[in-house]
Every structure is written in C-alpha cells, then in structure tokens.
C-alpha cells in the first residue's frame, strides 16, 4: 500500500513509498483510508520538532474510512462499515488513568501516528476500543476531523465546565482554535478569539463559526479591548491553543481574579514567559488538556449529528494523497483552516 513516512527524524525527511499493508490481529481493525486531516502535531513532526516519533513512521492520526478487514476478536465492528477512530492504539491496562479510560494519560500509550503507524496511508491499523461507527449524519469527510473536535469538548466540557455568558478568550485561531471556537458558542459562552495580522483570513472564520468579537493582537490593544467587553473584570476562561510562548505572556491579562487558563498548545520549544506572581496574588488556575478521551468522542458525535458543530466550515482543502507536498505547503503557508489528505478516492 501506499504509505507517506517519515524515514528518519530531521526536517521534512518524509516519502511516499510503499509498505506493507497491515494485517489485523485480536482485536484489531483495519480501515481503509478516505480523508486523513493534516494536525499541528504533524506538522511539529514534519519539522523535526517532536522527539516523541519513532521513525521510521506513517504520521497521521486524524482519519475516517470503511472497515476493510477485522481480527477475530472483533464482535462490534463489521466489514464495510463506516468509521472514525480515537488516536489511542495500545495502552498499559493496568494504570490508573487506564482504569478510569483516560488513555490520553498513559505513559505507556502508543498513539496512532507518534509509535506506531497512522493514517497518512491507504490504510491504518486501529483497536476496535477506539473505532466509533458513522451514520448518515456525519458525513466521511467531516468524521475525519472529530478528533481536533474533541480536543475543544475535551477542554471547555470535561476539564472545565464552560457555562452560558461566560467569556471565553481562545488564543489561536488555527484549527484547535476554531474547533474550540464553534464548541464554545455552541454552549452560550461569549466568545473572544485572538490573532496576529497574517490571521486574517482565519479570524473572518472564526467570527463565521460563532466568535463574539476577533482581536489582531499585532494592531489592537487585546487588554484593553477585553477589560472593555467584560466590564473592566476580565475573562473567565483563557484557552491557549497557538503553542507559542510569545502568545501564552499576556494571558494572566486577560483573566478576571481566580481564573483560568486553560492550556491546549503543544510547544516546541520549552519555556516559559508567564507572570508567575500572578498565580499567587490574583489566585490564577492553570489546567493542562491533553488531547481527548472515550467519553469526548461520544460527546463530540453527538454535538455533531445535532449540527452544533459545522466541521465542513473549517475543511478548506483537500488533497489526493499524492499531493502531499503541496498540502504540506499550504498548511505551512497558513492561509488554510484545516488541510486534509485524501489517500483513497473511492
């Protein structure tokens, strides 16, 4: 089958090759591949900023597709059926956050696309634990971003509580951020979305998806604005989605006393330019979110079959397989909301 795989760690370092094409085992499934969407982690990865990979490796973690074939310990999943699938391919078992299904917590996971083979393929291999069926609802292509989905509902739903007139700021209008930002308005929640200039085309969408007000942080005084639509309190929730240190520095700025910042970016470099102090003096919370798990996925789906959440609004393009170099530029060039690939066209 074909396959795109990063051969080894370093920038860029990825072709488009063929490799075997897996065989289920247990309680596997195999899935052919129709839409795979391009994450900020792959692009991390691309880069040669994610030293969790172990390359040789398909990336590629965002997928929907048809079950092509199934090992014999599957009895939920049936040939032809029509699925997504959560990221999560192996797990301990045996540790807490295993026990409570938080499999984003294992520090034994094996993520689809980081340890072992994803989705930038014409087929993956994926646990029957992890695969969620598709109705008429859920169109293939949009199923193939639930996961960025719910990372905003694992976030805004389940790590916090999220309630109606609550401000919202979200710093990054890229795809983590506007998934977020239709979860958000979908709740009530007035909803403030920041950028930079070069985002201007991705703040437009943003106000498209259910944002309240849009912020060019380069041209605008964000402080200020916000201090003005909360009344001089300040937001109660902050969601970081960008990973970028510079962006994280004013967030303490825009929170109301005791509130919180919500955590969602991956860095790729570590440090830190957040006022510690204010953690003390104003009694700040700070939450991390990692990802998403099972009961995420359940809400997500939900939200999405009762068209709470429009994913079409945010895939902007689509590209075969064999194009994955321009896909690669065009989320590189950051004109895109969400690029995905498509590895099989029937």
């Known amino acids: 089958m074909k396959a795109l795989v990063k051969t080894a760690p370093g920038y860029n370092q990825m072709v488009l090759q063929e490799i075997d094409k897996p065989v289920p085992m247990n309680a596997e499934v ?6 795979t969407g391009i994450c900020g982690t792959d692009m991390h990865g691309f880069k040669g900023e994610y030293d969790r990979l172990k390359t040789p490796l398909v990336l590629g973690h965002e997928f929907s597709g048809i079950v092509e074939a199934i090992g014999p310990d599957v009895d939920q999943v049936k040939l032809g059926d029509l699925v997504t699938s959560e990221t999560t391919f192996s797990t ?11 499999y984003n917590l294992c520090l034994k996971r094996q993520g689809l696309g980081s340890q072992v083979n994803g989705s930038f393929a014409e087929y993956v291999l994926t646990r029957q634990e992890s695969i969620h069926l598709l109705n008429d609802q859920i169109s293939l292509l949009e ?6 989905i719910a990372c905003g509902v694992h976030a805004c739903m389940e790590k916090t509580q999220v309630k109606k007139n609550d401000y919202a700021i979200v710093i990054g209008p890229g795809p983590i951020g506007l998934c977020l930002t239709q979860v958000l308005s979908g709740i009530g929640a007035k909803v403030i979305v920041l950028g930079i200039t070069q985002d201007k085309q991705r703040l437009q969408t943003a106000k498209e998806v259910g944002a309240d007000h849009v912020i060019d942080t380069q041209t605008e005084d964000a402080v200020s604005i916000i201090q003005e639509l909360t009344n001089g309190v300040g937001a109660d929730y902050c969601f970081e989605c960008s990973g970028a240190a510079p962006a994280v520095k004013n967030a303490f700025d825009y929170l109301k006393q005791k509130g919180t910042l919500v955590q969602m970016g991956v860095f790729s470099k570590n440090e830190n330019l957040l006022d510690l102090n204010s953690i003390v003096q104003r009694e700040m919370t700070i939450i991390g979110s990692r990802s998403q798990k099972p009961s995420t996925w359940l809400i997500t789906l939900d939200l999405m079959k009762e068209n709470k959440i429009d994913a079409k609004k945010l895939i902007t393009k689509v590209y075969p397989l064999e194009e994955w170099e321009a896909a690669f530029e065009a989320v590189l060039a950051g004109n895109e909301i969400k690029v995905v690939l498509q590895p099989n066209q029937t």
């Open 92 to 102: 301990c078992g045996e540790c807490a956050s295993c026990k409570n299904k938080e």
């Open 143 to 148: 199923a193939s971003i639930t996961e960025p």
């Open 30 to 35: 195999l899935v052919k591949v129709m839409y």
